[in-house]
């Protein structure tokens, strides 16, 4: 029986519009500037794989106090990109619709989200949604964020369910790949960063095409799962 539904933000709820070339652009310049060689990082990989390698290097020249201002500083330098494009985001179709209903089928919802908590919030609070999510897990929240099931893992204990009561839905196959690590129902939404063959690749169970057809494919799963 599904209990909770957990929630991406950008590309599954709403339209970021976030420029994540520019962000890891500057993000590559900051850590170039604190002494990381530019040979070692791409604008091709995520602040998450660029952070990752920076902690590596810095361990392995005996700066390891370093790593937290560094990486604080990074996360920063993102943070203010996307307060920034949180002013043009825009909700997608059917969004509050849907999280309506799931209310009404008594469920949990959450959110997990590789953006800042302080930008999360301000696009929850400026639609006017934060009221329908019990629970929001930001990168802020956990060490290590998806595709890493880590940050699934946080989401589902801070909700009280475990992974068969809960289903992910998301439109990047970072949440299929979490989804599939931990067994949770895998929902692909093909709106935003991933393409319908990547979902699938990635582990999605199941693919819908528009958020408001969320409410019954749960419906059906709960008939399946009594059967």
Known sequence: MIKAVIFD?????????LDYKTVRTDVKSFLTKEGLPSSILSTRESIFEMLKKTEIFLKNNGKSAEVKR????????AEEHELEAAKNTSLLPGVRETLKALRKMKLKLALFTINSE??????LQRFKIAKFFDVL?????VRYVKPNEEHLKVTLDALGVNPEEAIVVGDGSS?????????????GLPT????????IN???NYIIT?????????????KLQKK
């Open 192 to 199: 935003g960063i991933s393409s319908l063959k990547e979902l």
């Open 70 to 77: 560094i990486r604080e500083k990074a996360l920063r330098i």
């Open 118 to 123: 302080k930008s999360a919030k301000y696009i």
């Open 202 to 204: 990635s582990g999605a």
């Open 175 to 187: 949440d299929m790949k979490c989804s599939r690590e931990l067994k949770v129902i895998a929902v």
């Open 137 to 141: 897990i930001p990168r802020n929240r």
């Open 210 to 222: 528009s958020i408001t057809d969320l409410p019954m494919l749960i419906e059906d799963i709960n």
């Open 9 to 17: 933000l950008d590309g599954t709820l709403a339209d970021f519009n």
